[in-house]
């Protein structure tokens, strides 16, 4: 079974600056889905960026890239120019790239604080 | 991507109760799922909700204790049953679209508590 880790539970970062968050993956399938998405205090679940596994290009959405190192595992998610709104709780989640099989497997998470 | 909105938004129920949560969709889609998220903890797919045939279930959960409906494709409710402490959770509704769909996108939950 995929299992997904996120290793760092909390994570702070002063306002304009950069963070890296970290997560890794174990799955023997060599074609997947990765997300991140992040989940304010509003508790609305929102998808911030998503890599195909067959892809070496990483994904980038405006301020918010990844770090997709398949042979280690890793999927690491970068925050340029932190802002306050950025503050939340942060999930990890793995996808297998296989019809029907639609279940998110998602890490525990990542709470993400902003310093002003 | 969809619009979802689930109601109620919150509820505080007694144990031994049952409470129905509804997930509403604004365009038809193939995929809805059902996840727990249990105070600071991440979330956990509880069903597949198919349209015209029973929700398929992931380990540890049973149809018994959460009963899902799909009557068609922008709908599906939720049941949670016999309730007890232990089910105080956030519940969430996800819908994906097409037979490859890839990404899921979730609505805004429903915080339960039980008392």
């Known amino acids: 079974a995929q299992t997904v880790t996120q290793s760092q539970p909390e994570m702070s970062v002063q306002e304009a600056e950069t963070v890296t968050l970290s997560c890794t993956y174990d799955?023997?399938?060599?074609?997947?889905?990765l997300f991140w998405y992040k989940q304010p205090p509003s508790r609305q679940m929102i998808l911030v960026i998503r890599?195909?596994?067959?892809?070496?290009q990483n994904a980038t959405e405006n301020r918010f890239s990844v770090n997709f190192q398949k042979a280690a595992k890793s999927f690491s998610l970068k925050i340029s120019d932190s802002q306050l709104g950025d503050a939340a709780m942060y999930f990890c989640?793995?996808?297998?790239?296989?019809?029907?099989?639609?279940?998110?497997?998602f890490g525990q998470g990542t709470r993400l604080t902003i310093n002003p | 991507s969809a619009v979802i909105s689930q109601k109620p938004s919150r509820d505080i129920c007694q144990r031994g109760t049952s409470l129905t949560i509804q997930c509403q969709v604004d365009?038809?889609?193939?995929?809805m799922f059902w996840y727990r998220q249990q105070p600071g903890q991440s979330l956990t797919l509880i069903a597949t909700?198919?349209?015209?045939?029973?929700?398929?279930?992931e380990s540890g959960f049973v149809i018994d204790k959460f009963p899902i409906s799909r009557p068609n494709l922008t709908f599906s409710t939720l049941t949670v049953s016999n309730m007890s402490p232990e089910d105080s959770s956030i519940y969430l509704c996800?819908?994906?679209?097409?037979?490859?769909?890839?990404?899921?996108?979730f609505g805004p939950g429903t915080r339960l508590t039980v008392l």
């Open positions: 365009s038809q889609v193939t995929m």
């Open positions: 909700a198919n349209q015209g045939s029973e929700a398929t279930y």
């Open positions: 989640a793995y996808r297998r790239l296989i019809q029907g099989a639609q279940k998110l497997v």
């Open positions: 996800s819908v994906g679209q097409g037979a490859f769909t890839d990404t899921q996108y």
């Open positions: 799955t023997s399938e060599s074609d997947y889905y």
């Open positions: 890599q195909e596994a067959y892809k070496q």
